[in-house]
């Protein structure tokens, strides 16, 4: 099992699922289950058996809606979700999440490939550029790790949205889609509990055109906290 625990990762799948892609590479899907006695791994099955998970967006069981890591976890690369605790015999398990082909992502751990064609953008990075700790207490205590990440999103030219009427394109869509980023966290920063919390924004702006990979660029500096962040 490849259960997400890496911050980075972690930051991807919560933007994955609360982030509209102006393209719409994400197919969004249902898959409900009828669960046996304490069972707590829940497969997914895409209609395209090759398309890859990409986030949860939600995890119903017996009616009642379940708390991301707090109550369940993720492992996008088995399609699995699992439970903390079991489910009972017989109750209704449905699980909203979404998919893609493989290589169409858009958010992703890391640098964008420069070479990738136009056709593969808008995209958003996230990189993790520290990760200092305090020790809670002595010997074996938990640390408290105050994480900061860079968040970048990243257009080229030839490409539009428009949103509610507004028409984006080359550098206003980049800062369109970092503003999209910031209103996430905001807004949604309790998806993250108990992994990081206590956003922090740090840094926010236009960054220069990069004339060599023809790509227009908004970034943006967050922390989180978080106990054992990657553990």
């Known amino acids: 099992m490849s259960t997400i625990t890496r911050p980075e990762d972690i930051i991807v799948e919560f933007l994955r699922a609360r982030l509209t892609d102006p393209r719409g ?48 976890t993720i492992d996008l690369l088995a399609k699995t979700v699992t439970l903390k605790t079991g489910a009972t015999e017989d109750d209704a398990v449905v699980i909203k999440y979404l998919s893609s082909a493989v290589g169409e992502e858009w958010i ?11 056709t593969k953008f808008p995209r958003i990075s996230v990189l993790v550029l520290e990760k200092p700790g305090d020790r809670n207490g002595p010997y074996t205590a938990s640390v408290t790790h ?10 080229k030219d030839g490409y539009s949205k428009t949103v509610s009427g507004k028409y984006y394109a080359k550098q206003d869509l980049a800062e369109y889609l970092g503003y999209q980023v910031e209103k996430a966290f905001i807004n949604n920063v309790n998806d993250l509990f108990d992994m990081l919390y206590d956003y922090e924004g740090i840094t926010f702006g236009n960054l220069p055109y990069e ?4 790509k227009y660029h908004h970034g943006q500096r967050i922390v989180l906290y978080g106990t054992n962040v990657g553990h």
């Open 25 to 72: 590479r994400h197919t969004a899907e249902t898959d409900s289950f009828t669960a046996t006695s304490g069972q707590t791994d829940f497969v997914l099955t895409p209609a395209t058996s090759s398309d890859q998970v990409r986030a949860i967006t939600s995890v119903v069981v017996d009616s009642v809606t379940k708390l991301k890591w707090q109550d369940y």
């Open 108 to 118: 992703y751990p890391g640098w964008p490939i420069s070479t990738l064609a136009k």
């Open 146 to 155: 105050r994480v900061l990440f860079q968040i970048d999103c990243w257009v």
């Open 211 to 214: 004339e060599d990979t023809q």
